[in-house]
């Protein structure tokens, strides 16, 4: 049985979101509202994950582009949250982009682009 590219995207951003939230229980200074929205993200994931993992069509598309949304919202809580660490901020933008790329390109989270400055 192959794995499908959609099942590695939610593997890698099940990872990651895993990290974002290890960050965020580890740092002290990061906003509640920022921990509630990453709450939101991974409920969000728990929500669409079969369905972003099932087959291709209308339904995936959706869940995808719902799943960015809350993405979109964790990033942006991050980024402008003044207590949060850069760490928590890193691990949050990098859940963000897994999905936002599989959206994007239809392919993993691509390593050049990974390893540069995500808060660019």
Not at 32 to 40: D, G, I, M, N, W
Not at 53 to 76: H, Y
């Amino acid at each position: 049985m192959t794995i499908s590219t959609a099942n590695l995207v939610s593997e890698q951003l099940e990872g990651r979101l895993t990290a974002a939230e290890a960050e965020l229980a580890a740092d002290r200074t990061a906003s509640p509202v920022l921990v509630a929205v990453v709450a939101e993200f991974r409920k969000k994931f728990a929500k669409t994950r079969p369905t972003v993992e099932g087959e291709g069509g209308p339904g995936q598309r959706e869940a995808i582009v719902e799943l960015e949304q809350a993405a979109d919202s964790a990033k942006r809580a991050a980024l402008a949250d003044p207590g949060a660490s850069e760490k928590t901020k890193l691990a949050v933008v990098s859940a963000h982009d897994s999905i936002c790329w599989f959206k994007a390109t239809g392919n993993l989270l691509d390593r050049e682009y990974a390893e540069s400055d995500p808060l660019a």
